[in-house]
């Protein structure tokens, strides 16, 4: 059997769609060493209290792993303005603006009336052309430490 992989995408009218151009065929060895990657992957974060997610230029939500309560309020393919931390959408913005990694953290309020300190990590994404398209980001909940 062979597989393929999406190395890169092209905004159309719509959601971001693979590039034709992008597809790379890999073989089942491929697939079943990306499937463990993935694995370990799930496996190391599903006990951590780590938030990792992928946000397009206007900070919908492309790929949101394990979510922690009060700090990212959309699911993948929305933008929920005024539901995130103020601190942290700042800090998205430059990303956005400048092209470089931002680094933070911000406090959440929760509904209960507890609080959450997160340590923020966002890295900007680029287009085929080099121009920033996107971020990728982390959040560590240290609200324990």
Same mark, same amino acid.
């Given at each position: 059997m062979l597989g393929a992989v999406i190395v890169a995408w092209t905004a159309v009218s719509g959601p971001a769609a693979p590039r034709a151009d992008a597809v790379e065929p890999v073989d089942d060895g491929r697939v079943r060493e990306l499937e463990e990657i993935n694995r370990r992957f799930? !496996?190391? !974060?599903?006990?951590?209290?780590?938030?990792?997610? =992928?946000?397009d230029a206007d900070l919908r939500y492309a790929w949101l792993h394990n979510p922690r309560p009060g700090l990212t309020a959309a699911a993948a393919g929305e933008a929920m303005p005024g539901t995130e931390p103020p601190g942290a959408v700042a800090l998205k913005r430059e990303v956005l603006a400048t092209g470089e990694t931002r680094t933070g953290g911000v406090v959440v309020a !929760?509904? =209960?009336g507890g609080v959450h300190h997160f340590d923020l990590t966002f890295v900007p994404t680029r287009d085929a052309d080099g121009a920033v =398209?996107?971020? !990728?980001g982390t959040a560590v909940d240290v609200t324990e430490r």
């Open positions: 799930e !496996l190391a !974060l599903s006990s951590a209290n780590v938030t990792v997610f =992928d946000q !929760l509904r =209960d =398209d996107g971020l !990728l």
